[in-house]
């Protein structure tokens, strides 16, 4: 019907460590979070200046959509990485507009959030069928030369007679 989307966005930690210099500095879009199994390793990133988690694992986001039908459904789930974006590829399987609210349900570190945003999906265009195009007619493929072939070798028996008449009477 038609083509996929990218579901896309960010999840940011708004705590107020979050807005000191230092760490505003470091991340100017914003302090991603991390989930509850790294931690400790990401706090001692963001505020220690330890090495970054080699093994970051970012938090869920489920994904759902309110579709032109009125239907409210759950499409998937994605996963923020270290810069806090999240996106998840899906095809919408009707037309119309579409409400996609992303959720986090929370954890030990961080409080549910969600937000929304909308999109439409048009009707596909519908494309013309090629139309067949009509071959030579048979005047043009046999009567039409054959006519101008007879016209040629009648004005060459008439250019022929011509020189024969004017030669014999000088």
Not at 34 to 42: F, T
Request: hydrophobic content about 40%; aromatic content about 8%; charged content about 10%.
């Amino acid at each position: 019907m038609c083509d996929s989307v990218v579901i896309t966005g960010r999840v940011n930690d708004i705590a107020s460590g979050s807005k000191q210099a230092e760490q505003s500095a470091r991340f100017p879009n914003g302090l991603p979070c991390a989930d509850d199994q790294i931690m400790g390793e990401w706090m001692a990133y963001i505020y220690q200046q330890k090495p970054l988690p080699s093994n970051f694992y970012g938090i869920p986001v489920t994904i759902s959509v309110l579709d032109a039908n009125g239907n409210f459904r759950n499409i998937g789930t994605a996963r923020t990485d270290a810069s806090g974006t999240f996106h998840l590829t899906w095809t919408p399987d009707i037309t119309g507009e579409y409400t996609v609210v992303a959720s986090f349900a929370g954890s030990n570190a961080y409080w549910p959030s969600s937000d929304q945003t909308a999109f439409s999906v048009d009707p596909a265009l519908v494309t013309p069928a090629p139309q067949a195009t009509q071959g030579p007619s048979m005047a043009d493929q046999y009567i039409l030369p054959i006519g101008v072939a007879i016209i040629i070798v009648m004005v060459i028996i008439g250019a022929v007679l011509a020189l024969l008449v004017t030669r014999k009477h000088p």
